[in-house]
């Protein structure tokens, strides 16, 4: 049984039990018509609602988790269990295949020992899906007895049901912060362990990058762990580069949509512009290596460049420059539009020009929506991975040479988990390291990002 199932049975019931206690309510001032119920109907219909839903819910959820294992333990306590093979990768597999052709999700088993073990699993399956359902509907009786034995004609209902909004709203609201924090720890959790295995001196200022993941973990040479020329190429590629393409074509268009440009024109451009930030990244990324690296390097082939690569960073900025030009443009344009007119008309009152008003005036003032978006695009820009893939290359070159190829901090991060190394190994746990390190960048930008916003708004409000 899916948990979707007992989604939908709770909701059902959830529906049922407003019906009926709001018809309940009804009934509360019906028996006195000269006096107000202490809430309106619809929300002693929440109330029962709630208390027949969100325990079915969490029942749902738990079950979904608990179920097969309990699926699995009573399979493995039948007599057609007593054959399976002692290794745990073969049982494991003859166990998936009897229980999908038991689920119907394959049409038969490839290993023909575990056709045994699909009946077992059917019974089980159908046993536990009767258990889930009645315990739900016994969950869901409890919680409306629960309900209807305290609705009355002076029940604050509302109250109720505005404070289990609440508390989902706080809930929902934690999930990020949560999440965060999870990430956190989990970074800090197996960086602590890579840094047991390499010094972080020579992980964070090492220039020789070249872990080997099938290398035996008593011999480890901590030499090939300097992660320097990772970070230069992530700087490099996505903060350099592609800020040299995006602040300027971002800031001037946001000055063209916002001063320059007929409303009838901005109606369509800004839409446009913002296409861009909607485009797929491996798209591109397929751009960024099938016409602008062949361009770059026939252009660097034709003024006279040797050996020009047609995997470079100069290919790999200039695309990611473009593909967050609306992260700069957009955060700009609102925050230029956002500028008191008055600045403006007392600016242009006192003689200056057009563009002396948005040089000194416009710009100054809306800064902090400027700082905003840019520290927005270069977070965006140092976590990009698939444009780095594709134009980039893989190599891990501290060289301040656009033609040469490059990698950064998130190509080398995938690389490593990917492969087939283990967990316990130091390539392994070297990806950690630099997603802990890239998280740290990433956390640093947004503070100095706050920092610069709350500093100049406070200046020109």
Do not use: C
């Not at 990806?431 to 930008?445: E, H, I, K, P």
């Amino acid at each position: 049984m899916s948990p979707a199932f007992l989604l939908l049975l709770a909701l059902g019931l959830g529906v049922a039990a407003w019906v009926v206690a709001r018809a309940r309510a009804w009934s509360f001032k019906r028996a006195r018509p000269g006096e107000r119920l202490a809430a309106l109907p619809a929300y002693h219909g929440w109330y029962a609602a709630l208390w027949v839903a969100l325990p079915v819910v969490v029942f749902a959820i738990a079950w979904s988790a608990i179920a097969p294992q309990l699926i699995a333990g009573s399979v493995l306590a039948s007599p057609a269990a007593a054959d399976l093979p002692v290794m745990e990768l073969q049982r494991q597999t003859m166990l998936a295949e009897a229980r999908a052709v038991a689920t119907g999700a394959a049409p038969a088993v490839f290993n023909p020992d575990a056709q045994a073990l699909v009946q077992p699993f059917r019974e089980a399956i159908s046993r536990f899906n009767i258990i889930g359902i009645v315990a739900a509907l016994l969950i869901a009786f409890a919680g409306g007895a629960w309900a209807f034995l305290r609705l009355q004609h002076g029940f604050t209902a509302r109250t109720k049901v505005e404070r289990a909004v609440m508390g989902a709203l706080l809930l929902a609201s934690l999930v990020a912060i949560l999440t965060t924090l999870g990430i956190f720890v989990s970074l800090v959790f197996e960086t602590v362990r890579f840094f047991g295995m390499v010094s972080p001196v020579e992980f964070l200022f090492g220039t020789s990058w070249g872990p080997d993941p099938m290398s035996a973990t008593d011999n480890i040479d901590a030499s090939r762990y300097g992660a320097l020329p990772l970070f230069w190429g992530t700087i490099y590629i996505g903060a350099i580069i592609a800020m040299v393409v995006a602040i300027p074509l971002g800031l001037m268009s946001a000055v063209y949509l916002t001063q320059y440009a007929d409303p009838r024109w901005r109606r369509w451009l800004k839409p446009m512009l913002e296409i861009l930030a909607g485009v797929p990244t491996v798209v591109y990324g397929y751009f960024a290596a099938l016409t602008v690296a062949p361009a770059i390097r026939d252009a660097a082939i034709a003024i006279g460049i040797e050996n020009a690569s047609s995997e470079s960073a100069l290919a790999a900025g200039l695309v990611m420059g473009v593909m967050i030009i609306p992260f700069v443009s957009s955060m700009a344009d609102d925050s230029i539009a956002a500028v008191p007119r008055a600045m403006r008309d007392g600016s242009l009152a006192m003689g200056a020009t057009h563009s002396e008003t948005i040089r000194r005036v416009l710009l100054p003032a809306a800064l902090p929506g400027i700082v905003a978006g840019v520290m927005l695009a270069i977070s965006r820009a140092i976590g990009e991975t698939m444009i780095v893939v594709m134009a980039a290359g893989a190599a891990a070159n501290l060289s301040a040479n656009p033609l040469e190829a490059m990698t950064t901090v998130t190509f080398q991060i995938v690389a490593m988990l990917t492969g087939e190394g283990s967990f316990d190994h130091p390539a392994t746990l070297s990806a950690f390291a630099l997603g802990f390190v890239l998280f740290l960048v990433t956390l640093a930008l947004n503070f100095i990002a706050l920092r610069v916003v709350k500093r100049f708004r406070e200046a020109y409000e």
